[in-house]
Nanobody
Framework: QVQLVESGGGLVQPGGSLRLSCAAS????????MSWYRQAPGKGRELVAVISSSGGSTTYAGSVKGRFTISRDNAKNTVYLQMNNLKPEDTAVYYC???????WGQGTQVTVSS
């Protein structure tokens, strides 16, 4: 079955960086675009970034463009989110996903605070 395991979150000061990872299994990873979403306390889930199945195309939410970079390693069935110049408003639980109707992982908490 589909399994998505996010990791790499933590507490970071404003302006800091984190790199999130998502290990995927249970489906042909290299054949699917992958996305990162986030959910802040009291808010709905927000699409952050998308990468094509080959990794050749990426798109970003306006709020993170220029600060976040999505990438993938199809040999490792893993998608990454490099987050730079973090802001308090980036605080959320971050999730990866291939198909939005599939089961979600546990997510990884990112907290940006001084």
């Amino acid at each position: 079955q589909v399994q998505l395991v996010e990791s790499g979150g933590g507490l970071v000061q404003p302006g800091g960086s984190l790199r999130l990872s998502c290990a995927a299994s249970g489906f042909p990873f290299s054949g699917y675009p992958m996305s990162w979403y986030r959910q802040a306390p009291g808010k709905g889930r927000e699409l952050v970034a998308v990468i094509s199945s080959s990794g050749g195309s990426t798109t970003y939410a306006g709020s993170v463009k220029g600060r976040f970079t999505i990438s993938r390693d199809n040999a490792k069935n893993t998608v990454y989110l490099q987050m730079n110049n973090l802001k308090p408003e980036d605080t959320a639980v971050y999730y990866c996903q291939a198909i939005i109707t599939w089961p979600w992982g546990q997510g990884t908490q990112v907290t940006v605070s001084s």
